[in-house]
T-cell receptor, first 110, second 113 residues
């Protein structure tokens, strides 16, 4: 079973529409990371959240970590084709072992 | 700025063969990780290291071995390759184990036939 549950597993969004991806843990998250991966390539770091209630934004991507530090969401506003890819959340759950969710595949249709 | 470099990028192995996946980083990071990625399964941690001379098992260590003789290098050894080891392998490094981002290599796509 995954220690980090991501939802949805995949989604298709019309260009210009918003989308949200969730990442949930049964344990307290001491550091939550969002990465993006394009097919056949490595992972690109997007954001890191550490404090409960923290919210960070970069261009059209916003990530939040809830107060209890067990869930995070990634929101993309006005999606573009460049936002297509696999989004993975990673977290420090078990003493230096950076664990990852199964990923969410995002398809943006023109 | 090389970052994390993995070699080779692609490899086909026959069942029972052995090979070493190379990983090197030039950022003086203490922590290094090996993951495998299978479709729909995210990244599974194979082994990790918190510094030269120190390694520990992750979630799926069976069939693999690692060593960390220097800060820069963290090779992953596959002994007696099996079809179940067909996967994409990623090496990553970070300065500390918590609170700092991990940098990833471009991956090695391994097929065992």
């Amino acid at each position: 079973s995954q220690e980090l549950e991501q939802s949805p597993q995949s989604l298709i969004v019309q260009e210009g529409k918003n989308l949200t991806i969730n990442c949930t843990s049964s344990k307290t998250l001491y550091g939550l990371y969002w990465y993006k991966q394009k097919y056949g390539e490595g992972l690109i770091f997007l954001m890191m959240l550490q404090k409960g209630g923290e919210e960070k934004s970069h261009e059209k991507i916003t990530a939040k970590l809830d107060e209890k530090k067990q869930q995070s969401s990634l929101h993309i506003t006005a999606s573009q084709p460049s936002h297509a890819g696999i989004y993975l959340c990673g977290a420090d759950i078990n003493d230096y072992k950076l664990s990852f969710g199964a990923g969410t595949t995002v398809t943006v249709r023109a | 700025n090389a970052g994390v470099t993995q070699t080779p990028k692609f490899r086909i192995l026959k069942i029972g063969q052995s090979m070493t996946l190379q990983c090197t980083q030039d950022m003086n990071h203490n922590y290094m990780y090996w993951y495998r990625q299978d479709p729909g399964m995210g990244l599974k941690l194979i082994y990790y290291s918190v510094g030269a001379g120190i390694t520990d098992k992750g979630e799926v260590p069976n069939g693999y071995n690692v060593s960390r003789s220097t800060t820069e290098d963290f090779p992953l050894r596959l002994e007696l390759a099996a079809p179940s080891q067909t996967s994409v392998y990623f090496c990553a490094s970070s300065y500390t184990g918590s609170g700092t981002e991990a940098f990833f290599g471009q991956g090695t796509r391994l097929t065992v036939v």
